[in-house]
């Protein structure tokens, strides 16, 4: 049976050498080198078996997901990211599991070029903490807090994609065979939206990843910049997989409005920049639609055929009634 530190030494020795990385695993502690006139962007996300994914879920996945949830906090910062560590609890010591688990996660790690720095290993129920730090020239994140009155709202990719997995796997509707896998990795496997995320910087007033549901993150955006928004529903972009698979219409405005997990970027553009942004963006061929403005009014509302919806208090329902985080 391997030890912690056969653990440690076969399974969670990083592959990638940063140059800023000055002392890697295997000390007290990691020493790493902050590049002149940047801030230090640093967050933290855990997920817990059963709460976060399913039990069943493959050590691939819950690794693809705990890296690329933090990723995409990055990229909501507007961060370059570039070291993570690696918090892990686990409930016995299968090495099939931590092989598949840790080959998954250095591949992530090498796709986007950031290391791991060190972490902690422990025995007890699955659960999987990672902290992940970027870095941003001096003043230029991407915060919460600075939308304004008729600001753009934006969002890129397409919106719901993920929740109508999880409606699936809850047995709450059937998927087409040729969506399947397309759905499912959108679940399992979010894309942080790292690029945007840095090309945002020039021009973004505000930014969140949408993590707990559209108009939940929105409200966050609203509620710390003290402002409002109105959206449109028609205008939320869908994808194929997503529209051809709803054939029960009260699924689809919860599913959009307040499923999350999608990690897509939601974030407001200046009036006056709106038009350069619009152009920069087909230069660069992201992905992301005009869905409303910011308007004084508090609150977020939300318009279907020039009616308004009536959002639900409460966001999509996750694996089980407890909190989520
Ligand atoms: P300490 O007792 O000093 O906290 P540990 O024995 O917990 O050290 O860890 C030894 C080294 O291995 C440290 O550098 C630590 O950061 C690293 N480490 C432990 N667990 C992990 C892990 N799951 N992933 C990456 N590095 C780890
Ligand atoms: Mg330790």
Redesign the pocket.
């Known amino acids: 049976m391997p030890s912690?530190?056969d653990?440690?030494r076969q399974?969670?020795?990083?592959k990638e050498s940063r140059a800023d990385v000055v002392l890697?695993?295997?000390?007290?502690?990691?020493i790493l080198n902050v590049p002149e006139h940047h801030e230090l962007i640093q967050s933290v996300d855990t997920l817990v078996a059963g709460i976060h994914f399913p039990g069943e879920t493959s050590p691939e996945d819950i690794a693809y997901k705990a890296l690329a949830v933090n990723l995409s906090d990055m990229a909501a910062m507007g961060a370059d990211p570039a070291w993570f560590?690696?918090?892990?609890t686990l409930p016995n010591d299968d090495e099939v599991w931590l092989k598949a688990f840790s080959e998954s996660l250095s591949l992530l790690a090498q796709q986007y070029n950031v290391q791991?720095?060190?972490?902690?290993?422990t025995h007890g129920s699955l659960s999987i903490t990672i902290t992940i730090n970027g870095f941003v020239p001096v003043g230029k994140a991407l915060t919460r807090n600075k939308a304004q009155v008729n600001d753009k709202v934006y969002v890129s990719g397409t919106i719901g994609d993920a929740a109508l997995a999880l409606a699936a796997w809850q047995g709450q509707c059937l998927l087409r065979d040729d969506s399947v896998s397309y759905l499912n990795k959108r679940l399992n496997c979010p894309t942080a939206q790292i690029e945007l995320g840095l090309f945002l910087r020039e021009y973004a007033s505000s930014c969140i990843d949408i993590s707990d549901g559209l108009i939940a993150d929105l409200q966050h955006i609203t509620e710390s910049s003290h402002v409002g928004a109105k959206i449109d529903f028609e205008k939320i972009p869908l994808s194929k997989e997503f529209c051809s698979n709803l054939t029960d219409e009260a699924l689809v405005v919860p599913l959009v409005l307040s499923g999350g997990d999608d990690y897509e970027l939601c974030f407001t553009i200046v009036a006056d920049k709106h038009v350069e942004f619009e152009n920069a963006l087909k230069v660069r061929e992201f992905n992301a639609t005009c869905i409303g403005e910011i308007e004084s009014l508090n609150g977020v509302r939300c318009f279907l055929n020039n009616q308004e919806i009536e959002i639900q208090a409460t966001g999509y329902q996750h694996f089980d009634d407890e909190f989520k985080g």
Not at 116 to 121: C, F, H, R, V
């Open positions: 912690e530190f653990i440690i399974y969670f020795t990083s890697g695993i295997g000390d007290d502690a990691a560590t690696l918090a892990i791991l720095i060190g972490g902690d290993t």
